[in-house]
């Protein structure tokens, strides 16, 4: 994949290269201080990913990002975790908090890959969900479809038209809203916390006003979801315990 760092620090530029270049599937177009001095690049070239910082002098990255017509794939990158729940708005791929670690560097480059192959796939959209039961769901992905328990899913991630589905041992991919598959799982059992996750309450182990945890995942409450979470999860089983 061919990309872009844009990034007013010049050691984050530098770390970014350094990252890029530890990853034979990524290719390092150029990197900007600038996002405007970016905009010839990404016009002009066949840019399949942008690592983007929000926090910057001259223009923030959330508002290129939305002046962007035809914008490749963001990876916000950024040393503010107050702005996760805006790039969620923005159907980012990811949210990197700096200073980055390789591994959750790859874990996003690879979010990046998985939906990339999507886009090419084209999948069908018709008969996602084949049939449903008080236990279980089967899912088209991949041209198969695919059983899925309803306590095995941990959280479910959407990205622009399409849902990921994170069970215990597997990711479950489906061209798919987030909007559609929240109408059919059970009520009580799964509530959104923003607008890209869903999270099944049996999983969360912690939460705080502004977060979710889960074992291997930290998911910010949007705002407007808050009161629901507070509502179906909070009153609805931990005050009944």
Same mark, same amino acid.
């Given at each position: 994949?061919?990309?872009?760092? &844009?990034?007013d620090e010049?050691?984050?530029?530098? %770390?970014?290269?350094?990252?890029?270049?530890?990853?034979?599937?990524?290719?390092?177009?150029?990197?900007?201080?600038?996002?405007?001095?970016? &905009?010839?690049?990404?016009?002009?070239?066949?840019?399949?990913?942008?690592?983007?910082?929000?926090?910057?002098?001259?223009?923030?990255?959330?508002?290129?990002?939305?002046?962007?017509?035809?914008?490749?794939?963001?990876?916000?990158?950024?040393?503010?975790?107050?702005?996760?729940?805006?790039?969620?708005?923005?159907?980012?791929?990811?949210?990197?908090?700096?200073?980055?670690?390789?591994?959750?560097?790859?874990?996003?480059?690879?979010?990046?890959?998985?939906?990339?192959?999507?886009?090419?796939?084209?999948?069908?959209?018709?008969?996602?969900?084949?049939?449903?039961?008080?236990?279980?769901?089967?899912?088209?992905?991949?041209?198969?479809?695919?059983?899925?328990?309803?306590?095995?899913?941990?959280?479910?991630?959407?990205?622009?038209?399409?849902?990921?589905?994170?069970?215990?041992d597997r990711?479950?991919?489906?061209?798919?809203?987030?909007?559609?598959?929240?109408?059919?799982?059970?009520?009580?059992?799964?509530?959104?916390?923003?607008?890209?996750?869903?999270?099944?309450?049996?999983?969360?182990?912690?939460?705080?006003?502004?977060?979710?945890?889960?074992?291997?995942?930290?998911?910010?409450? %949007?705002?407007?979801?808050?009161?629901?979470?507070?509502?179906?999860?909070?009153? %609805?089983?931990?005050?009944?315990?």
């Amino acid at each position: 994949m061919n990309c872009v760092v &844009i990034d007013d620090e010049p050691l984050a530029r530098q %770390g970014m290269a350094m990252l890029i270049g530890n990853m034979p599937n990524l290719k390092l177009i150029d990197s900007f201080s600038n996002p405007l001095d970016a &905009i010839s690049t990404l016009q002009n070239q066949a840019i399949d990913l942008l690592f983007l910082d929000i926090n910057m002098p001259e223009m923030n990255g959330l508002d290129f990002m939305k002046s962007l017509k035809n914008s490749p794939m963001v990876i916000f990158t950024t040393a503010y975790a107050q702005y996760a729940l805006d790039s969620y708005e923005l159907d980012a791929i990811d949210y990197l908090l700096k200073p980055i670690r390789f591994e959750r560097f790859v874990k996003a480059v690879n979010k990046a890959q998985n939906y990339a192959a999507l886009l090419a796939s084209k999948e069908e959209t018709n008969n996602l969900i084949e049939s449903i039961s008080e236990d279980f769901i089967y899912i088209k992905s991949e041209r198969k479809y695919f059983k899925v328990f309803f306590k095995e899913i941990a959280y479910i991630e959407g990205l622009k038209d399409y849902v990921i589905i994170h069970v215990q041992d597997r990711k479950v991919v489906t061209a798919m809203n987030l909007k559609t598959i929240y109408e059919q799982l059970p009520p009580k059992r799964f509530v959104r916390i923003n607008k890209s996750y869903i999270v099944n309450t049996e999983h969360i182990l912690s939460f705080d006003p502004f977060n979710v945890y889960l074992s291997n995942i930290e998911i910010p409450i %949007g705002t407007s979801f808050k009161d629901d979470f507070l509502k179906d999860y909070v009153e %609805g089983k931990v005050m009944k315990k």
